[in-house]
């Protein structure tokens, strides 16, 4: 085949207990579903699960035991961090029935949702969409992926995050708002599901703002741990 010129390389991510590596199709993710993250950004309630999209080589893939360096990115002064479950898909859907959508399942792994959020409270004062915010260059790291076929159903299990070894997220993933097939439902109502696909699940309280020179570990019980040092812009 001719192309134009050469294509990229597959975006992927290393599989827990495998040579076999997971190929990223696309990835989105779930905004407030952890009550007491929706009253820190000022909202309360339970409403529908929303939905926003990260370009798949926003996917930054950290190994076991490696701490992945990623630069301070430009055009912000408020980076943030948002530790979340990551549901991969394995298998493809649309407009499916909770009860089955589990069977989409993979795996799942440990994300960060990076966000710059100063730019993000900018677009939504002037009523833009949020891509410059959320979709930036290794926007999100993830954890190698842990197969279900290794660890059953992930519902419940600590999520928690540290900078520089101080503790900033402490959560439950059974206290999310909407269940991951119930996300994975919903979604599929929208948008025709398809392997490789991620989902991040949303994140509990403390999110908070990064420095150059931080170091972050997050981990999830049952899934895996995730590390990343921040370092001054290029």
Known sequence: MDYVFSPPAPVVLPV???????????????????ADHAREMGHSGREAPFFFAK???????????????????SQTGDLQYETELVVALGGAGNDLDPAVAGSLIWG????????????????KKQG?????????????????????????????????????GER???????????????????LSRYFALAPGDLVFTGTPAGVGALRAGDRLRAGIEGVGEISLAIARAA
């Open 16 to 34: 827990l207990g495998s040579p076999a590596l997971f190929p990223v199709h696309r990835i989105y993710c779930v905004g407030r579903n952890y």
């Open 55 to 73: 370009p798949a080589d926003a996917a930054l893939a950290i190994a076991p035991g490696v701490t992945a360096t990623l630069n301070y990115p």
């Open 108 to 123: 799942y792994g440990v994300g960060i949702d990076l966000t710059r959020r100063d730019l993000q409270a900018e677009a």
């Open 128 to 164: 833009r969409p949020w891509e410059i915010s959320k979709g930036f260059d290794h926007s999100a790291p993830v954890s190698a992926i842990r197969p279900v076929a290794q660890s059953g159903r992930i519902d419940r299990g600590r999520i928690w995050l540290e900078v520089n």
């Open 168 to 186: 900033r997220q402490d959560g439950d993933l059974s206290s999310m708002i909407w269940g991951v097939d119930q996300i994975i439902a919903q």
